[in-house]
Nanobody, 121 residues
Framework: QVQLVESGGGLVQPGGSLRLSCAASGSIFSINAMGWYRRAPGKERELVASITSGGSTNYADFVKGRFTISRDNAKNTVYLQMNTLKPEDTAVYYC???????????????WGQGTQVTVSS
């Protein structure tokens, strides 16, 4: 079993910043990709940003230049620095990782429980 625990969500004013963290634990041998998704009320879940174990990143167009994803491989932790937040960034943010539990084992996708981010004045 792999557990993902997110933290750092909350209420922030437009233009403000938040930093999300997500730590993976449990039966983990290695993690390749880690990422953040979000689901706004009435909308489908969408990719926000992802990062490979080598540090290559991918961002949704709507966050480019405002959000930065990073990870600490030694701690199995991924971060999302969110700057210049807008009301439309309001959503539940979910952490995701692809992990295996043994060498040469298959990778499976795992999800956190989600953390609420609300951008409002």
């Amino acid at each position: 079993q792999v557990q993902l625990v997110e933290s750092g969500g909350g209420l922030v004013q437009p233009g403000g910043s938040l930093r999300l963290s997500c730590a993976a634990s449990g039966s983990i041998f290695s993690i390749n990709a880690m990422g953040w998704y979000r689901r706004a009320p009435g909308k489908e879940r969408e990719l926000v940003a992802s990062i490979t174990s080598g540090g290559s990143t991918n961002y949704a167009d709507f966050v480019k230049g405002r959000f930065t994803i990073s990870r600490d491989n030694a701690k199995n932790t991924v971060y999302l620095q969110m700057n210049t937040l807008k009301p439309e960034d309001t959503a539940v943010y979910y952490c995701n990782c692809n992990a295996n539990s043994r060498n040469w084992g298959a990778y499976f996708s795992h999800w956190g429980q989600g953390t609420q981010v609300t951008v409002s004045s």
